[in-house]
């Protein structure tokens, strides 16, 4: 008989799900507003996925283009999400992205410095200027050094190697806790929380090629999909434009989009290169449709409009998908991504020394004088957990969510360098609010033993069955239905093969069993995160085959261009009574008319709008 009393409890203020940049950003205001912080991590403190976002962090700061503004930037991430973000959501991101990245600063994050001493920008993907804050191509490591670093000496407690494996909530539906299991050793843990905060991140190890680590099994989603929480936006999926193809062994590997930023053209197997073939209409008037325009772009010509190369990461991984498809591939099934050309041998190991590492370790190829070998890896999660834009918190009292986990800031298509900012901003907001709402909770609630001692058993099943499917096994199959049927484009049929094999897979994994004990045993671990990549990949299969339209990451061969209709929908999951998955339309509300103003008006209206202001003294 299990007694939940031999069960080691811990008890917090605020708990943390998540030690990426988000968990980190959260747990230092949480913690400096007087809370008893903890985070616990599948990993090790400064593992974190967030070290592989290398380009780096986009704000408004003005640095490099003084013309910069937050409408400006405002106005390129909807238009980026193709206007199906949450308003709210990228007007704090955009408002306060500039003060979290000088608070970065302050805290010890050396970034690289423009002759004047300030943080320097660099052009990314989507954005109207130079606006991405950057640490050569190691933005994110820097990043995480310096969170953890002085998260630490705040005072929050970190819980290593330990794996979440569901929410406990009281008889009022609050949060009140959660269920965890040492990974080295197999044992249990609970934690009691006032509140709790996810920041695990996204799920893209259901797709065979992702430039997602092990830890990306989609923990978050599942775990607030089972306490009851809605989730949202998961049929939009971005395939990053450059990962690796080649070696094998590391195919889907990320290749940043710095690459692009600081010069580099893709080529096709015919030195063609393609990207001018696919601007789409609605941006010629803002990119560059010339070599000659190209050209002054590259030479720093501030008034130079952005490159092919650095439209959205969306119409990029699609055009190389084409010239695949077209016979027009590289060598091993992608495009030529070439830097060589364009910088100096000394520039490129100056400004992308991790690229020209990885290149140079893992392909033995010499990125100064080759070119990489690229193509569309499963890269970030737009959907998540839905959350009020303004506290972070879910449907569920108590538990909030930022980061990749939560939806709605990067609406059907995320801007790269959006993502290291969002981190900033959503997890102080997580982190302050989290903190309100632990103030405001007397003491800690009864755990329910019986749902405790459920999770438990559910777990360690696994481990007691006598026989039963490989989880190694399931999930090579599960990667594989993803990649062919739930991919890049999209089409009914494939959809439904999808979706059937995944019914079969999920019958397949009631019986899974994992040999040996529980101590640091890998096939468990396997097992657990398996359970939460099937409901991860059945929300994005079943919220896919739902939206009959092509919109940002998320295409439908069978349903090519945006639709109208869906643009005032979202498509919102749940959990049904029956223990079904339900998937509800549901009517987004009306924007604030001064942001749907800024976002429609065209830059040049915006920019003397922006100068008018500034002369005025107003911003």
């Not at 879910?394 to 790269?416: D, I, K, Q, Y």
Request: aromatic residues 6%; contains cysteine; charged residues 25%.
């Amino acid at each position: 008989m299990l007694d939940i009393a031999e069960i080691k409890t811990i008890e917090h203020d605020v708990l943390i799900v998540g030690a990426g940049g988000a968990g980190l950003s959260a747990a230092i205001e949480a913690s400096s507003l007087g809370m008893s912080t903890g985070i616990v991590m599948k990993s090790l403190l400064g593992k974190a996925h967030t070290v592989m976002a290398e380009g780096g962090m986009a704000a408004a700061l003005g640095n490099v283009d003084a013309r910069d503004h937050w409408k400006i930037h405002f106005r390129d991430t909807m238009r980026g999400g193709k206007f199906l973000n949450a308003w709210r959501m990228v007007e704090l991101h955009a408002k306060l992205a500039p003060e979290r990245v000088r608070l970065l600063e302050e805290w010890g994050a050396v970034f690289d410095r423009t002759k004047n001493g300030l943080i320097n920008q660099r052009n990314f993907g989507g954005h109207r200027y130079p606006r991405l804050a950057h640490v050569g191509d190691r933005t994110g490591l820097e990043m995480i050094r310096t969170l953890q670093d002085y998260g630490i000496h705040q005072g929050i407690q970190a819980y290593m190697e330990c794996t979440a494996l569901d929410l406990l909530t009281n008889k009022s539906g609050e949060v009140c806790g959660i269920v965890c299991m040492w990974r080295e050793t197999g044992t249990f843990i609970i934690f009691k929380a006032k509140s709790i905060i996810f920041a695990t991140g996204g799920g893209g190890k259901a797709w065979e090629v992702t430039s997602n680590s092990w830890e990306y099994t989609g923990d978050g989603y599942a775990m607030a999909y089972e306490a009851g929480a809605e989730l949202m936006d998961l049929e939009f999926n971005q395939f990053h434009p450059t990962g690796m193809v080649w070696p094998l062994s590391v195919k889907g590997l990320l290749v940043t989009e710095s690459v692009r930023g600081e010069g580099g053209i893709l080529l096709n197997n015919e030195g063609t290169r393609f990207m001018f073939n696919y601007i789409p209409e609605r941006f010629r008037s803002e990119t560059a449709d010339t070599e000659e325009e190209a050209a002054r772009w590259l030479k720093g010509d501030p008034n130079a409009r952005r490159p092919p190369e650095l439209l959205t990461r969306d119409v990029v991984a699609r055009a190389i998908n084409e010239e695949v498809k077209a016979g027009r591939g590289s060598k091993h099934g992608g495009a030529y991504l070439n830097i060589a050309t364009q910088r100096s041998a000394e520039d490129i190991k100056k400004k992308l020394p991790s690229m020209f590492h990885q290149f140079k370790v893992l392909a033995e190829l010499d990125i100064t004088k080759e070119p990489m070998e690229v193509g569309p890896t499963c890269h970030y999660f737009m959907g998540g957990i839905r959350v009020d834009a303004d506290t972070t918190m879910s449907s569920v009292p108590g538990l909030f969510a930022c980061g990749e986990c939560a939806a709605g800031m990067h609406g059907a298509n995320r801007l790269g360098g959006n993502s290291l900012s969002d981190l900033l901003v959503f997890g102080y907001l997580s982190g302050k609010n989290a903190a309100e709402y632990a103030k405001k909770v007397a003491t800690h609630s009864e755990l329910d033993k019986d749902k405790v001692i459920r999770i438990i058993r559910n777990a360690t099943t696994i481990l007691n069955r006598e026989s039963g499917a490989n989880p190694y096994l399931l999930h090579e199959e599960l990667e594989h239905n993803m990649q062919a049927n739930v991919g890049i484009i999209r089409t009914e049929k494939e959809l439904n093969k999808g979706i059937d094999t995944l019914g079969k897979i999920k019958e397949a994994y009631k019986t899974v069993k994992a040999k040996g004990t529980s101590q640091f045993n890998p096939g468990w671990h396997e097992a657990l995160g398996l359970r939460n990549l099937l409901i991860t990949s059945e929300a994005v299969a079943h919220a896919a085959l739902l939206r009959e339209e092509s919109r940002g990451a998320h295409t439908r061969a069978d349903f090519p261009g945006e639709q109208e209709h869906w643009l005032h929908y979202n498509i919102v999951i749940t959990k049904g009574d029956d223990g079904e998955m339900r998937l509800v339309k549901v009517e987004r509300p009306a924007p604030d008319a001064e942001l749907e103003r800024i976002a429609k008006s065209s830059i040049d209206t915006l920019e003397m709008e922006i100068e008018k202001e500034r002369e005025q003294g107003k911003t």
